[in-house]
């Protein structure tokens, strides 16, 4: 195995899918392009949570757009860590500031934001938006002017 993933558990071994919310799964590995600033984005169609007054579960795309710095998310981590919140009950707004906030803490990225496209319940869509840049930085800026900026 590279020296640069010896510390990726799940990659490349079976998953074994947590039944509740798990930020512990999360892997890391080194950034190989840290010199640029470069977008990665995840979309994950088929996240699911439990609504924490009912119990009845919610459905949603999540989608998670980064600026890395010195590490990145393994992606097989990423869902199984997005599949935690299958029994975990949680309001659609706490979902996304939660992820964010995860992402955030393991990564320490330049620039991170969290969307969630719930599906309608009642007539209603909800679509949660959080974002994080590195304070006193360019970054700080990027997160104020696309907050500040959303439709």
Avoid at 34 to 43: A, L, P
Wanted: hydrophobic content about 30%.
């Amino acid at each position: 195995m590279d020296r640069k993933q010896e510390n990726l558990k799940l990659l490349g071994h079976e998953a074994k899918i947590a039944t509740t919310y798990t930020p512990e799964v999360l892997e890391t590995f080194e950034n190989q392009n840290q010199e640029n600033d470069y977008w990665v984005r995840f979309n994950c169609p088929e996240f699911t949570a439990l609504c924490p007054v009912t119990g009845q579960p919610d459905f949603a795309e999540i989608r998670i757009s980064y600026i890395p710095d010195r590490r990145m998310v393994e992606s097989k981590s990423l869902k199984l860590y997005l599949f935690s919140f299958r029994n975990h009950g949680s309001f659609h707004e706490d979902c996304v500031n939660t992820i964010m906030k995860d992402l955030v803490k393991l990564m320490d990225p330049k620039y991170l934001e969290v969307t969630g496209i719930f599906v309608p319940r009642g007539g209603i869509s909800i679509y949660p938006y959080a974002n994080y840049g590195r304070p006193d930085t360019k970054y700080e800026q990027l997160a104020e002017t696309r907050l500040f900026n959303r439709e």
